[in-house]
C-alpha cells in the first residue's frame, strides 16, 4: 500500500508564497495522476489543482493565474506553488494520487493559513 506525505505549509501573509510538496512512497508514481484539494473551514473539499500522468495541468477558477502544479517523476514528487495567496486560500491541503481510474491515495493533510 503506498502513501503520499505533504510538507511545505505555514502561514503566509496576503500576497505572500508558499510551495507545497507531496512524496510518493510504495507506488509507482509515473503512473498516477496526482492532485490538490483543500477543505477549509466549514467548506466541503475541493480540487485545487491536478496534473495527469502526461503533464498536463487543470486548475480550479479560484486559483487559475496563481497557482502552479508540476511533478517530478524522479523524484516521485508533486508540488503546489502558491503565490498571491488570499485570505480565502486558508485551509488544510491534501495531495492525493491515483492511476487514471484506480484509487486513490490521500495523504495526512497539511494547514495553510493566509493571515495579516
Known amino acids: 500500500q503506498g502513501q503520499v506525505v505533504e510538507s511545505g505549509g505555514g502561514l503566509v501573509q496576503p500576497g505572500g508564497s508558499l510551495r507545497l510538496s507531496c512524496v510518493a512512497f510504495?507506488?509507482?508514481?509515473?503512473?498516477?495522476?496526482m492532485g490538490w484539494y483543500r477543505r477549509a473551514p466549514g467548506k466541503q473539499r475541493e480540487l485545487v489543482a491536478g496534473?495527469?500522468?502526461?503533464?498536463?495541468?487543470t486548475y480550479a477558477d479560484a486559483v487559475k493565474g496563481r497557482f502552479t502544479i508540476s511533478r517530478d517523476n524522479a523524484k516521485k514528487t508533486a508540488y503546489l506553488q502558491m503565490n498571491n495567496m488570499k485570505l480565502e486560500d486558508t485551509a488544510v491541503y491534501y495531495c492525493?494520487?491515483?492511476?487514471?481510474?484506480?484509487?486513490?491515495?490521500w495523504g495526512q493533510g497539511i494547514q495553510v493559513t493566509v493571515s495579516s
Open positions: 510504495g507506488l509507482t508514481f509515473s503512473t498516477h495522476d
Open positions: 496534473i495527469t500522468t502526461a503533464g498536463r495541468p
Open positions: 492525493n494520487a491515483h492511476p487514471p481510474g484506480g484509487p486513490h491515495t
